[in-house]
C-alpha cells in the first residue's frame, strides 16, 4: 500500500537530510541545531523524531507541515509524566490504518484518499460562550503554545488499540485564552465540510449527517490529559490521521477525539455528537472507555492492541477509562456510568 | 467430468481459477506483507465477502439458467456451492485463529455478545448438510428428498444478508447492493413458483 503513495506534503525524506545523531547527543546542542537549521525545515522536524528515537522507516513518508511549525516541532518536549511507556505501534501501523470517514469507511482509505487534503491555511472559528470569539488562522491560534510529545493510549470503540506518540499542547491552555464566559458548559467542535475534498461526504449511503460533530464536558476539556494535536511520531500530523489540527483525549473511545477541527464552539447545553446522533443506542455522549458497558453488539471488555500477530493476537484486557483512571476517574463521581455511556 | 469437450474443459478451469483468485490474492498479500496495518481483521472480512459472493453466485445458477436458457451453467453450481462452503469455513477459521487466538472464553463472549455473529454460525451449520451431499452419488441416493435438502440454501442465505447487515456502523451501500441482488434472486423463484 505505502509504495503506492502520491508526492504532496509527503515527501520521503533522504537519508543525507536527516541530522546526523552527534547533532541531537545532547539537549542543548539538539535545540542549538534545531534553531539554526530554522530556516531548513525538513532538518529541523526529523531531528526531532531521531532524538526521540523514533524508528520511522526510509520508505515511508514523513510528514512536514507548513514553514511556520517548523520551529514548533523541532522545539517540542516530552512530557514524561503524561506518557505510558508501552510500547509504540509502528509509524506504519499509525499512518495507515485510520477510522476518518470522511475519506472513506475502510481503515485503509484515509492514506489512500487523503494526501492531496489541503491543510495549510487553515482557519479555526471560535464562538459562542466566549469573550473573543473570531475566526483565527492556525498560525495564530498556535503561536503562544510549546508542543509537548505525549505518548498515548488510544483505544478505538471497535475494540483495537494502539499506542501513539502525539505532539500537541493542552486543550486547556487554548481555551483560557479565549476566556469562556461563565456560561461555558460545553465545547462543540466541528471538522470541516468539503465535498470536493472530502469523497466519503459525497456518499449517498451513510447514515452519519456531515459536518462531523464532537463535544466534551467543559471540565473534561479543561483536564490536562486532553491534548491538541499538531502532530505524531515527531512530525507534523499527516492528513489521515487529522491534519493540521485534532483533539485527543486519551480516556475515551477514539471517535470522540475529532479531526482536522474548523470550529470550536462554547455553549450552555450539551452539544449534539455525530455518532450519537446516528445511534444514540450505541453511542453515547461521553464515550468513556469502559469494560464494563458493552456495545449493544460487541463486548468492550478486552481489546486487540496492534500490532497483532496472525496466530498469537494480542488480546488484552481494557481498563476503565482506558487506565487514566486515577486521573480522570474523579470527573464522573455519582454518574451512573451504565446510564452515561 | 464426464465427456470432457476441450472447451468445457477449459471453461470447468476458467471458473476454477477464477473463484480461487480472492484467497490466492489474500495468499500472496500475506506473502509480501501487503494486508495493510491490521492483516488479521482484513483476511477475515475479505474471507466473508467472497464467501457471500459465492454463495449468490450459486443462487444466481437456476435464474440465469431459465431466464437466459444457459444450460451449460448447471453443471458448475456444484462448484459454486462447494466454494462459497469452503470461503465461509476460512472465514469462520481466520476468525478463532487470526482475532480470537483459538480462547474459549473469548469465543463464547463472542457468541453471546455478538449476535451477528451468531447468524453467522447459523447459516455456516445449515450450509454444512449440503457440502456434505454436495457429490453425485449422494445426490443419487437421496433422490427427491435431495431437492428439498438443498433448499436450506434460503434460510441460509437470509442469515448470511443478516450477519452482514447487522455489522453496520455508518455506510450501508455494499449491504443494500447485496440485500437487492438476493430479494431479486429469490423474488424470482417465488414468481415461477406461482406461475405454475
Known amino acids: 500500500m505505502v509504495k503506492r503513495y502520491k508526492s504532496g506534503g509527503s515527501q520521503p525524506v533522504l537519508p543525507s537530510e536527516i541530522t546526523p545523531e552527534s547533532v541531537y547527543r545532547d539537549r542543548r546542542r539538539f535545540m542549538q541545531a534545531a534553531l539554526s537549521v530554522a530556516a531548513l525545515p525538513v532538518v529541523g522536524f526529523s531531528s526531532l523524531a531521531e532524538a526521540a528515537g523514533y524508528d520511522i522507516p526510509a520508505d515511508l513518508p514523513r510528514y512536514k507541515g507548513p514553514d511556520w511549525l517548523q520551529p514548533k516541532l523541532a522545539e517540542a518536549s516530552r512530557n514524561a509524566e503524561l506518557s505510558t511507556r508501552e510500547t509504540l505501534a509502528p509509524y506504519y501501523n499509525v499512518i495507515t490504518h485510520n477510522n476518518f470517514y470522511e475519506f472513506g469507511t475502510d481503515k485503509r482509505d484515509p492514506v489512500r484518499n487523503a494526501q492531496e487534503f489541503k491543510t495549510d491555511p487553515w482557519t479555526v472559528e471560535i464562538s459562542g460562550e466566549v469573550a473573543k470569539p473570531g475566526n483565527y488562522h492556525l498560525e495564530d491560534i498556535l503561536a503562544p503554545h510549546a508542543l509537548e510529545d505525549r505518548v498515548y493510549r488510544l483505544r478505538c470503540v471497535e475494540a483495537w488499540s494502539m499506542v501513539i506518540p502525539w505532539l500537541g499542547f493542552p486543550l486547556a491552555d487554548l481555551i483560557k485564552r479565549f476566556e469562556p464566559t461563565s456560561k461555558a458548559k460545553y465545547v462543540q467542535f466541528t471538522t470541516l465540510l468539503d465535498k470536493e475534498q472530502m469523497p466519503g461526504q459525497r456518499g449517498f449511503f451513510s447514515t452519519i449527517k456531515w459536518p462531523y460533530v464532537e463535544g466534551l464536558r467543559m471540565d473534561e476539556a479543561m483536564h490536562p490529559l486532553t491534548l491538541m494535536a499538531v502532530g505524531l511520531y515527531g512530525n507534523a500530523l499527516p492528513p489521515q490521521n487529522g491534519a493540521p489540527l485534532r483533539l485527543v483525549v486519551p480516556w475515551k473511545y477514539g471517535f470522540k477525539s475529532i479531526k482536522s477541527i474548523v470550529r470550536i464552539h462554547f455553549s450552555e447545553t450539551m452539544p449534539a455528537t455525530s455518532w450519537n446522533m446516528t445511534a444514540p443506542d450505541e453511542y453515547g455522549f461521553y464515550a468513556n472507555v469502559n469494560p464494563e458497558v458493552d456495545h449493544p453488539r460487541w463486548s468492550q471488555a478486552t481489546e486487540r492492541r496492534l500490532p497483532s500477530s496472525l496466530l498469537t493476537p494480542n488480546i488484552i484486557d481494557t481498563l476503565p477509562f482506558n487506565g487514566y483512571a486515577d486521573q480522570v476517574a474523579h470527573l464522573y463521581k455519582g454518574m451512573d456510568l451504565t446510564q452515561w455511556f | ?196
Open chain 2, 1 to 196: 467430468m464426464v465427456s470432457v469437450a476441450p472447451m468445457r474443459l477449459f471453461r470447468w478451469w476458467l471458473f476454477f481459477l477464477l473463484l480461487l483468485l480472492p484467497l490466492g490474492r489474500l495468499v500472496e498479500g500475506l506473502l509480501t506483507n501487503d494486508l495493510g496495518a491490521d492483516p488479521a481483521k482484513y483476511i477475515v472480512k475479505e474471507l466473508g465477502f467472497w464467501a457471500l459472493c459465492w454463495l449468490w453466485l450459486t443462487l444466481a445458477v437456476t435464474p440465469l439458467r431459465k431466464f437466459f436458457g444457459w444450460r451449460w451453467l448447471m453443471v458448475y453450481r456444484r462448484m459454486f456451492g462447494l466454494y462459497a462452503f469452503f470461503y465461509a469455513v476460512l472465514h469462520l477459521l481466520a476468525f478463532a485463529t487470526f482475532l480470537l487466538g483459538w480462547r474459549w472464553d473469548m469465543l463464547m463472549t463472542e457468541l453471546t455478545k455478538r449476535p451477528y455473529i451468531v447468524m453467522g454460525s447459523l447459516a455456516l451449520l445449515l450450509l454444512l448438510p449440503l457440502a456434505v451431499t454436495s457429490t453425485q452419488k449422494m445426490q443419487r441416493r437421496l433422490g427427491r428428498r435431495w431437492k428439498k435438502l438443498h433448499m436450506l440454501i434460503y434460510p441460509a442465505s437470509l442469515l448470511v444478508l443478516l450477519h452482514f447487515v447487522w455489522q453496520i456502523r455508518s455506510d450501508f451501500f455494499q449491504q443494500l447492493i447485496f440485500a437487492i441482488l438476493l430479494a431479486i434472486l429469490l423474488g424470482y423463484r417465488l414468481y415461477l413458483k406461482r406461475r405454475s
